[in-house]
């Protein structure tokens, strides 16, 4: 069984940065595709960044040159540095594993940037 808790998620001004962090549990950690998506109101979930256990990363078009996604293994561990935060990033962050043709989720951090 797989858990994942994201955490880093606030309020910040447009313009502003912050990093969300997600620890996994379990041993499959080290061969599994991390990914972040995002859900704003009203909307769909998102892809926003993922990152194979290869370390290849890629970005949605909206947050290429802003966000950067990234792991640490022996933590088990994923990052998304957002730099340049605009309104329209502001929606609820969750953390994705995926193994196996299996998704796991997170419960969702809160990321709400103020114009």
């Known amino acids: 069984q797989v858990q994942l808790v994201e955490s880093g998620g606030g309020l910040v001004q447009a313009g502003g940065s912050l990093r969300l962090s997600c620890g996994a549990s379990?041993?499959?950690?080290?061969?599994?595709?991390m990914g972040w998506f995002r859900q704003a109101p009203g909307a769909q979930r998102e892809l926003v960044a993922r990152i194979t256990s290869g370390g290849s990363t890629n970005y949605a078009d909206s947050v290429k040159g802003r966000f950067a996604i990234s792991r640490d293994n022996a933590k088990n561990a994923v990052y998304l540095q957002m730099n340049s935060l605009k309104a329209e990033d502001t929606a609820v962050y969750y953390c994705?594993?995926?193994?196996?043709?299996?998704?796991?989720w997170g419960q969702g951090t809160q990321v709400t940037v103020s114009s």
């Open positions: 994705n594993l995926f193994v196996g043709w299996n998704n796991y």
């Open positions: 379990g041993s499959i950690f080290s061969i599994s595709t």
